[in-house]
């Protein structure tokens, strides 16, 4: 019965949940260095670009293209968080051949760790609250089925009699009747 539970609640928990669950369960240091190590290839595929271009440039245009390609650079430079917005933004400055390529590694390496280690620990912390909500339920119900055990216990231990003529419900306890509001009735029938 409780593989049953488990299989329908699983198969009735959003994709948010399901989400939230696996991301929580990443460990936190692949969660850091996961994207930094993406970031650093994207760098080292941005200076292979830059290495390639310059050698077409060479065997095209020779010494004095590659030099007036450098200088050109060289005239305006960027600074880091200049070359990473570059990098991101559609129909930007030009960057050279791997330019936008090693902008977009840094942008990795630098923020895609600290948004690797937050989705792990905000995902961490739904988890946490959606335990401690399923507690509280499963406490509330425990509470709750102990409360309708005891009343039941307490209705099955005597039998239902009508008192008097009046027709008032009450229970024998003990070979006596005891009435709902805790007062003795004047007159009793009992049953047979």
């Given amino acids: 019965m409780n593989e049953l539970n488990e299989r329908l609640s699983s198969g009735a928990e959003s994709i948010w949940g399901k989400f939230c669950r696996a991301v929580s369960e990443c460990d936190l240091k692949w969660a850091v260095v996961l994207p930094a190590a993406i970031g650093a290839l994207t760098i080292v595929a941005g200076v292979v670009q830059e290495a390639h271009g310059q050698t077409d440039l060479i065997i095209q245009g020779g ?13 305006n430079p960027l600074t880091i ?62 509470a709750r089925e102990a409360e309708q055990s005891r009343q039941a216990s307490m209705y099955l231990g005597g039998s239902v009699a009508l008192s008097g003529l009046g027709s008032t419900p009450g229970f ?18 009992r049953p047979r």
């Fill in 63 to 75: 010494r004095a293209a590659v030099d007036a390609y450098k200088a050109s650079h060289q005239a």
């Fill in 81 to 142: 968080p200049q070359i990473v917005i570059e990098a991101f933004s559609p129909g930007g400055r030009d960057m050279g051949f791997g330019g936008r390529t090693q902008g977009i590694g840094v942008g990795l390496a630098s923020i895609g760790p600290l948004l690797g280690a937050a989705s792990v620990l905000l995902a961490r912390g739904f988890e946490r609250i959606k335990e401690g909500l399923g507690a509280k339920a499963d406490q509330a119900e425990k």
């Fill in 172 to 189: 024998y306890v003990d070979g006596r009747q005891a009435g709902l509001d805790g007062e003795e009735p004047s007159a009793t029938m």
